[in-house]
Structure formats: structure tokens, C-alpha cells
């Protein structure tokens, strides 16, 4: 991406995020997951979540239940809601995620299982 379509971006371990635009209400996030890998299985105590996947397939967990996604799946996550998506498909999973809620740092991540021990 240029750095005109994004706020700012972080490389992570499992892959990259681009912040898209962010205010006081929300905030809109472009993720990239490389194949193989997988965010950590985590919840949020101050925002929701709504994934919409634009290419990839593979599997998202919600409070331990398996569901298959792929390009054009939308995902809503409730604040509290225990979530993973695993990149399981031989290309890069990208979503964006919106977020909407009261506080959207990055330490209002509470990881139960991290591949990278974070």
C-alpha cells in the first residue's frame, strides 16, 4: 500500500496491519495474514469487531467454535467475545476490521494463546 491509503502501519510476526482511518467512535484496520500463520486467540474489553475478509480462506475461531471463511465473509465479534483467524489457505488472508467501542489501543488486547509469545 502507499503511504497516503493509511494512517500508519505495524509488521507483526504473523504478518501487517494498516490503520485506514481512526477517530473517538472507531477506527478501520487493513490485516494481512501470511499463509500458515495465525493472530492470537484473544478478546477486547473495550470494542467490537466486524471482519470482512477481500481474499484468502482458512478459519476463524469464536469462543472455541471452528468456522470456515473466504473471500466476501463478513464476521461479527462482541466485545468480550474470544476470536482467532488462522491463515490455513496457500495465499495472504486479508480483512479489514472495523472497530467500534469506547478505547482502540492496541493494549486492549487480552491474549489467552499466542504462537509468538507475546
Not at 482511518?21 to 494481512?32: C, L, V
Not at 484473544?42 to 484468502?56: D, F, L, T
Not at 475461531?61 to 468480550?80: F, N, V
Request: proline share 2%; no cysteine; aromatic share 12%.
Amino acid at each position: 500500500m502507499k503511504q497516503a491509503d493509511y494512517i500508519h502501519s505495524e509488521i507483526r510476526p504473523w504478518g501487517e496491519f494498516f490503520v485506514l482511518q481512526e477517530n473517538k467512535s472507531y477506527k478501520i484496520k487493513r490485516i494481512e495474514v501470511k499463509s500458515g500463520h495465525r493472530l492470537s486467540y484473544q478478546y477486547h474489553n473495550k470494542r467490537s469487531e466486524i471482519w470482512v475478509i477481500i481474499q484468502g480462506k482458512g478459519t476463524i475461531i469464536l469462543d472455541d467454535k471452528k468456522i470456515k471463511y473466504s473471500k466476501g465473509d463478513s464476521i461479527s465479534i462482541p466485545k468480550g467475545m474470544r476470536h482467532r483467524i488462522e491463515n490455513d489457505g496457500s495465499e495472504k488472508t486479508i480483512f479489514i476490521e472495523i472497530q467500534t467501542g469506547t478505547y482502540f489501543g492496541e493494549d486492549d488486547i487480552v491474549r489467552i494463546e499466542d504462537d509468538y509469545n507475546r
